[in-house]
């Protein structure tokens, strides 16, 4: 077990961490796809409620 956690150390020092700048960037085009997203789909479900009102 001992080991383990060594080894995971080891990994982790090995690791490039993205800068602030970098992690404020990639959280901004998550934030903005979501929202787009959001609004794609909820205007599909207007649309697919007006059709199916109009057939009913």
Request: charged share 15%; hydrophobic share 50%; no cysteine.
């Amino acid at each position: 077990m001992i080991k383990f956690f060594k080894s995971v150390g080891h990994e982790m020092r090995l690791v490039t961490w993205p800068s602030a700048k970098q992690n404020r960037h990639d959280t901004g085009i998550v934030i903005t796809t979501s929202v787009l997203f959001a609004l794609f789909l909820g205007l599909l479900d207007y649309l697919f409620s007006i059709l199916t009102q109009m057939f009913m």
